[in-house]
Each structure stands twice: as C-alpha cells, then as structure tokens.
C-alpha cells in the first residue's frame, strides 16, 4: 500500500521484475492519464492532469519538483527520469484487470479505504520529507498512515524507522496538537 501513484507505479515495475502479476485498485485509469501528460510536456504541449496543471513542458515539471512544494511529485518525476515514460506505460499496461487473476494487490491508502487484506506492507512513501527529517507530521499524514494501517487484518510489515516517527509522537508538536490527538483516536 502506498500513499501515492507515484509509488503505485513503482511497485507495479517492483512485482513485474519479480515475476509477480500486479493488480492495482481502481485500476490504472489515472496512472495512464500522468503519463500521457508526460508524453505531451516533453513534446511542449500543456498537460491536461491535476498534477501538471500550469506546466508548459516537462523541464517545468523537473525543476518544480525539486522545491518544497513540488515534493509530490518528486517520485514520479524520478520515476520518469529513471525507467522513460515508454517503460512505465508497458507496465502499467501488464497490471492485471482483475484482483483475484493477480499475485499482489496495489494500492493507495485512499482507495483502500473499506478494504481488508490478511497482509500489508506499507510503500516508505508515507512520510514527507520534513517528517523524515524529524519535523512535525502533517495531520492528514498521520490520519492517512492509520488508515493504510488497519488495511492489514493479521500481518502488517512496516519500516520500523517509518513506524516510529509516527509512535514518537513527533506529530504532536504542532499548534493543533490536542486536535491531532483526537483524531488519532477516534479513527
């Protein structure tokens, strides 16, 4: 389970070099519009996806993702740059339509929401970059991290290192802290 697309897609290249046949929930309608964004930035056309809105061309795309605010889109601009936006739409291409003709279920922890597996393992991408550093973490993060979480019905594999940076409590550290508390718990 992931938090973005960006890690969806780099596990579905994960499964697909380990002979494993993806299967991604809620398809991979959106994966393919990202990337059919980056076809047209690097041909100097705008794109038409959330994620590209503004950009021009995919040198745009580069340099914003190097900024603070472009930290969402760090890993699938990595992504693109590392395996070519070509290779990555094979792949996406390869995941199986149907759930139980796959041998791994992808995700993200949104459109998991209701879901159940026996096991999960959380993607590392749950953490930003300022929580990573020891700073405080973002509300949603914290709420989104419980969700992806209890997913998992007997067996959840996490980053130990992940996992104590939500446990340290670094996350309470903000102004709102008692508010984030709460909703910890009432989740």
Not at 62 to 78: A, H, I, N, W, Y
Not at 109 to 119: L, P, Q
Not at 144 to 172: C, H, I, N, Q
């Amino acid at each position: 389970m992931a938090r973005t697309n960006a890690t969806v897609m780099g596990e579905i290249l994960n499964a697909l070099s380990a002979g494993l046949t993806p299967s991604v929930i809620g398809g991979t309608r959106e994966l393919k519009r990202m990337l059919s964004d980056v076809f047209e930035l690097k041909q100097g056309k705008p794109g038409t996806s959330p994620e590209f809105f503004g950009f021009q061309n995919w040198s745009e795309v580069v340099e914003f993702s190097g900024t603070e605010e472009g930290e969402d889109l760090k890993t699938f601009v990595q992504l693109v740059e590392q395996h070519g936006e070509k290779k990555l739409w094979k792949a996406v291409n390869s995941a199986s339509a149907n759930e139980q003709q796959s041998d791994i279920v992808l995700s993200t922890a949104h459109k998991a929401k209701g879901r159940e597996w026996g096991s999960v393992r959380l993607a590392p991408d749950f953490l930003s970059s300022k929580a990573r550093e020891g700073g405080p973490i973002a509300d949603a993060e914290v709420r989104l991290f419980y969700v992806a979480m209890t997913r998992a019905e007997k067996l959840l594999v996490v980053d130990p290192a992940m996992l104590e940076g939500f446990k340290s409590g670094a996350w309470k550290n903000a102004p709102d802290a008692d508010q984030r508390v709460e909703t910890w718990r009432c989740r």
